[in-house]
């Protein structure tokens, strides 16, 4: 197997479920005989969203790489970001990481490919929401994005930073978003919901969403434990 290096904390709940279904999902592929080498270097949420905020890329790129320079040491053999928007400053990371990175935007891309959906609804941070970082490869690939109008963007990013971040689901929250989401079926006719946050599946999933859903969490949890379990270099 390879080892895995992963960027966590950004925030804590996400990084749990990354560590918790990754040693589940390699487990059971092996058949109940053996777990994965991992190395997690957790950065503090806060600082990493200050550098998002102030929309400063160099320091945002200098604080990941010296974490991915600090999984390379510690023998990592490829590494991932477990939040949606750290990828921001991917493509920059990508050139300059000692490791190969394995990115959400690409592995949703591929999976909405999959499926054939035409028409996407993205829901994540205002950045996310806002920026074009995750959105490009699913435009690149004919698949069309739409996001809730201004006040919901803001609204979302509002509940996840202040709840979904700190592990708080209230049912309030739960049916703004469902609210949001039946506004933008009706006035898109979206085919899918990306929920472009690896906090938000905790508060949205298959169970409630009145349409499918492109979980990117679980998206790059199957394609890393993949990765963990090939020979390829």
Known sequence: MRKLGLIGGTGYESTLVYYRELNRIVNERCGGRSFPEMSLESVDLYKALG??????????????????????????????????????????????????????????????????????????????????FFKSALTENGIEVIVPDKAQRELINQRI?????????NKSTEEEFLGIIEQMRAAHGIDALILGCTELPLILGAHNCPLPVLDIMAIHINSLAGMILSEEG
């Not at 400053?89 to 935007?105: A, Q, T, Y």
């Open 51 to 132: 550098y998002v905020a102030a929309d400063d890329e160099d320091a945002l790129t200098a604080y990941l790489l010296d974490k991915l320079e600090n999984l390379a040491a510690g023998g990592a053999e490829f590494a991932a970001l477990t939040a949606g928007t750290m990828h921001i400053v991917f493509d920059r990371l990508k050139e300059k990481s000692p490791l190969p990175l394995v990115g959400i935007p690409q592995t949703v891309c591929d999976e909405a490919k999959r499926m054939g959906y035409r028409k996407v609804g993205l829901m994540g941070t205002i950045f996310t929401m806002e920026k074009d």
């Open 161 to 169: 930073t202040t709840e979904l971040e700190l592990g708080i689901v």
